[in-house]
């Protein structure tokens, strides 16, 4: 199924590009005042002034309220005000980003629960007070009466009631495409599985915080500790509120981690906002550890019943999934992408020529979820190798062979899947997954570590190899936009609407800008998270930064470079601008070191509105620059995993673990492996140990870092990496492809097909988390 | 709950006159009260690290103990790790290596490490291994920082 390259407007790829700067593992930008205590998180953030906001949480999973008392509360000195439900009935419920999927919007997240509560930790009322401690005390004296209703805590049993006439399944999302049934009564052979994905999240180590005040002054409301989409949250605030968005500002500091879940709009950001401006004061709130792994986002919970059929030679005929998403208790800002998007991903790198999937959306009464690092792909990453395991075995086929035989060609790239992901046309822009798939076999050594595996387990060892391979999205669109600025001092300037969590969006823009424009990329200041600096922000996900950012901010850089060369060729140099090249901020005759020159700051110094030799150019030395895409890059990858099981405790031990990637480009290989080796690391969090685990009354029972049991540095093992840059995107000017995901997507299936090899059960492990006690379950149902 | 006390805490050689609560935490008194902001509290209770501060040279997770219990101990903070403008092997290492993403248990891990560095230098890489693992970082995967506070040990060792 060929495909037409994806049309666009973007410039082809310029070969000649200058690459000082990309490519290489600099030194980041960021880190100074990190490594100094002069970060600038959410908690460090006061004005004078300020009140401080606690939220008073449910501490029932699902009921109605009957009343809620806070005359005791009030009458504590140092407490200033008490809201609930009524003092913000204005305020219409959050809603979610543009989505096709219909249906939704009964379901949207009140800010402070209106009538029932539906799950624990969901804001029921507020209390201001001129300390943090004595906020909390004073939350403590708020009395809430609840009515207890049943619970609804499972997503693949019978729906429940979400409210009177609304049952709690908002919305089944088919896809399909090819002849499923008629390849099932065809097949040679049909494997079924029943897996299932434990809920876990991306649990930065800061939690959530925000600082709101009004400048009545102007009539402006700031709002601090902003992240991830700060334009869509200005813009959604500004309507919740019923204001002009030029009224609000958001403002992004230091950010302590994001991993998809920080920076989406939740209930607090809207109520410091809605607070500073009705109390005349700056309302500061900061989310504690228990608050945070009840009230933010999260993730990934869903269970399968997949079905492949195959052809003798183990290729796949087709593959036909119902599963079911839980959603927890509302519809967040993300809608159904997490499930659309698993339902999308399933097929993975290979040829599957027919496939059916009915994805069940489903509330039940837990912490709402939303997007975590790689949403959806690590559930779809997990379902399809698992199935190719289960084909492997099935027919006794090598689990490498199976995948090299059901591999999509180089020679089909791109490669356009009738299918949508995320509300695009999936189109799987180019790849050598085959390639790859050999390049890490010998770099891991499989052959040889499987022999050696193979005579461990031999000796009585519970030791195994696994591998998963993978398709990312990465690069999403529609489009990005940044300003490039060189002031009279030759320093550069880079705005733009996206956000950093820590990722190193600084550098890494810095460095495209730097080569591009023809100076040092420390001369580069990365402006982002700020509403007030520019007009459009699409914000930081999807792995999109580098793929779109980067470009918009090269072809920004090179309209500046063409302005700087076209005055200083005509009016300074006696030349023309092919004869120029700028370099470290000078522009100079190519090839003529002893020619006169000019500075950057020279020209803009002489570009400043009224200078004589300005005349008749627009003003600045300065350039937007724009990119587009309608579809995403697709990097790709392959995990390779050694594990050893203790038979006697359940316990797995990564021994090796290798992650293959073809980033098309990488810009800062350096970051790109600290991209990789994090994300791996949260993986292995969620095949081995990251459970939000709840009980029967939907009471949730990790609420704090002794039972969220997150990895430490004697779990992770030292990650082998191997970067290729063999597939660049024909979609973008420098060939980029996203890293941010790429680490974390296989964990959980390589893991699995590695504890399956060490125990000698093929298809044992169908459930994430592995735990001890899973596991012991497992081996002693063998016995 | 408000009966306040007045307490001097010595925080990287200087004097902080603060009036606090005694269930004020420490790092809640470093942040708030001293306008030290480099102390990240992850988990409040004891098992991030984040928070990890120097107290009489010993590692201290600064939101398992109280403000007042500071009181006559001499306090090390991030802010107070480099000497001046020159910095701490293990904070030129730390970028060196690429050992902090978000930067937030970043202070943690230094003030962790340099406890331990400044006591003893010649620590096993086996133990330092130990060491890390006291602290949580959601970021780099440890690599990272294992790799580098081995690096700014084999300097503080050659010195």
């Not at chain 1, 090819?178 to 599985?193: I, M, Q, T």
């Not at chain 1, 097929?347 to 009915?358: K, L, M």
């Not at chain 1, 190719?388 to 999509?408: M, Q, S």
């Not at chain 2, 984040?50 to 219990?69: H, I, K, N, S």
Request: proline share 6%; with cysteine; charged share 25%.
């Amino acid at each position: 199924m060929n495909a037409e390259p994806p049309r666009g407007t973007n410039p082809p790829r310029d070969p000649t590009a200058d690459s000082r700067f990309i490519g290489r593992s600099v030194p980041r930008l960021e880190d100074l005042p990190l490594v100094t205590g002069r970060g600038r998180y959410a908690a460090g953030i006061s004005f004078p002034h300020q009140l401080h906001m606690r939220v008073v949480r449910s501490a029932h999973a699902h009921g109605t309220i009957v009343a809620i008392d806070a005359s005791t509360a009030l009458a504590l000195p140092g407490c200033v005000a008490v809201w609930t439900a009524a003092d913000v009935a204005a305020v219409p419920p959050i809603d979610f980003r543009a989505t096709r999927v219909k249906g939704l919007e009964p379901y949207r997240q009140p800010v402070l629960a209106r009538e029932r509560v539906r799950y624990v930790g969901e804001p029921v009322a507020l209390v201001f007070a001129e300390d943090a401690y004595l906020a909390e005390d004073a939350a403590d004296l708020v009395a809430v009466e609840v009515k207890a209703l049943p619970p609804v805590v499972a997503a693949d049993q019978e729906p429940g009631v979400f409210m009177p006439g609304q049952g709690t399944e908002p919305t089944v999302i088919r896809k399909n495409y090819g002849n499923v049934d008629a390849a099932f009564r065809a097949a040679h052979a049909v494997v079924e599985l029943d897996l299932a994905l434990g809920r876990h999240s991306g649990v930065p180590l800061e939690t959530r915080g925000a600082i709101a005040r009004h400048d009545a002054a102007r009539d402006v409301i700031e709002l601090y500790g902003a992240s991830k989409r700060p334009h869509q949250n200005r813009d959604l605030i500004a309507a919740m509120l019923g204001r002009s968005p030029a009224t609000v500002h958001l403002y992004e500091s230091h950010v302590g981690g994001g991993f998809g879940v920080r920076g989406e709009l939740y209930p607090e950001d809207v109520l410091v906002c809605l607070a500073a401006l009705r109390l005349g004061r700056p309302v500061k709130w900061i989310e504690d550890r228990r608050e945070h792994l009840m009230a933010c986002n999260h993730s990934r919970e869903q269970r399968h019943r997949v079905r492949a059929a195959v052809d003798a030679g183990g290729r796949i005929l087709a593959i036909d999934d119902r599963f079911f998403h839980d959603q927890g208790a509302y519809v967040r800002t993300t809608g159904a992408r997490v499930m659309d998007g698993t339902a999308g991903m399933i097929p993975g790198p290979y040829r599957v020529p027919a496939y059916r999937v009915a994805a069940h959306f489903r509330l039940t009464n837990k912490t709402p979820a939303g997007t975590y690092r790689a949403p959806g792909r690590f559930e779809s990453t997990f379902v399809c190798e698992r199935l190719l395991d289960a084909v492997a075995a099935r027919l006794g086929i090598d689990r490498v062979e199976v995948r090299k035989r059901n591999f999509i060609p180089r020679t089909d790239m791109p490669y356009e899947r009738p299918l949508e992901v995320m509300e695009t046309g999936l189109v799987l822009d180019s790849g050598d997954y085959a390639g790859l798939l050999e390049k890490a076999l010998a770099r891991f050594g499989w052959d040889a570590t499987r022999a050696d595996v193979e005579r461990r387990r031999a000796t009585g060892e519970a030791v195994g190899l696994g591998l998963a391979c993978f398709v990312e999205k990465s690069g999403q669109g529609p489009v990005d936009g940044v300003r490039v600025t060189v002031d009279g001092t030759g320093a550069v300037e880079v705005v733009t609407g996206v956000a950093s969590m820590g990722q190193g969006v600084e550098t890494v823009i810095a460095q495209i800008c730097a080569d591009a424009l023809g100076v040092d990329y420390r001369r580069v200041r990365v402006v982002h998270g700020r509403t007030d600096r520019i007009e459009y922000g699409f914000g930081a996900f999807g792995s999109r930064i580098t793929v779109m950012t980067g470009s918009a901010t090269h072809a920004a850089a090179l309209k500046v470079r063409a302005k700087a060369l076209e005055l200083a060729a005509a009016d300074m140099l006696e030349a023309t601008p092919e004869d120029l090249d700028i370099v470290d901020g000078r522009i100079v005759r190519r090839n003529r070191a002893d020619a006169p020159s000019v500075t950057l700051a020279q020209i803009a110094k002489a570009l400043t509105p009224g200078a004589a030799i300005a005349k008749g150019r627009e003003p600045g030395l300065t350039a937007e620059g724009w990119f587009e895409n309608d579809h995403m890059a697709c990097p790709y990858g392959v995990h390779m995993a050694v594990v050893k099981v203790d038979r006697e405790t359940g316990g797995v031990k990564i021994e090796r673990y290798l992650v293959a990637f073809d980033i098309g480009r990488a810009v800062n290989p350096m970051l790109v492996e600290g991209q990789i080796a994090g994300g791996m690391a949260q993986g292995l969090g969620g095949a081995l140990f990251e459970e939000f685990a709840y009980d029967e009354n939907g009471t949730p029972q990790s609420v704090t870092f002794a039972d969220y049991l997150m990895p430490g540095a004697l779990e992770v093992p030292a990650v082998e990496f191997l970067l290729s840059e063999d597939a660049p995107s024909p979609l973008n000017p420098l060939g980029l492809k996203g890293a941010g995901e790429s680490g974390i997507t296989a964990v959980g299936a390589a893991v699995a097909s590695a504890i399956d090899d060490a125990i000698g059960m093929p298809g044992a492990v169908t459930r994430l988390p592995v735990t001890p006690q899973r596991l012991k379950d497992i081996l002693n149902r063998a016995r | 709950m408000s009966d306040k006390q007045d307490l001097v805490l010595e925080v990287n050689g200087k004097n902080y006159a603060v009036r606090v609560e005694p269930r004020r935490t420490l790092v809640d008194a470093l942040n708030d009260e001293c306008g030290l902001t480099g102390t990240n509290a992850g988990c409040e209770h004891g098992v991030c690290g984040a928070c990890t501060v120097l107290v009489d040279g010993e590692p201290v997770r600064a939101c398992l103990m109280f403000a007042v219990q500071a009181r006559g101990r001499r306090i090390r903070t991030i802010e107070g790790l480099a000497r001046g403008d020159t910095l701490h092997p293990l904070q030129r290492a730390f970028m060196a290596h690429h050992a902090l993403q978000c930067g937030y248990c970043t202070p943690g891990f230094l003030m962790l490490a340099a406890g331990v560095l400044e006591r003893d230098p010649n620590v096993s890489d086996e133990e330092l291994l130990q060491v890390v693992s006291s602290n949580l970082c959601r970021c780099t995967g440890y690599g990272n920082i294992v790799a580098a506070i081995r690096a700014a040990a084999a300097e503080m060792r050659a010195k």
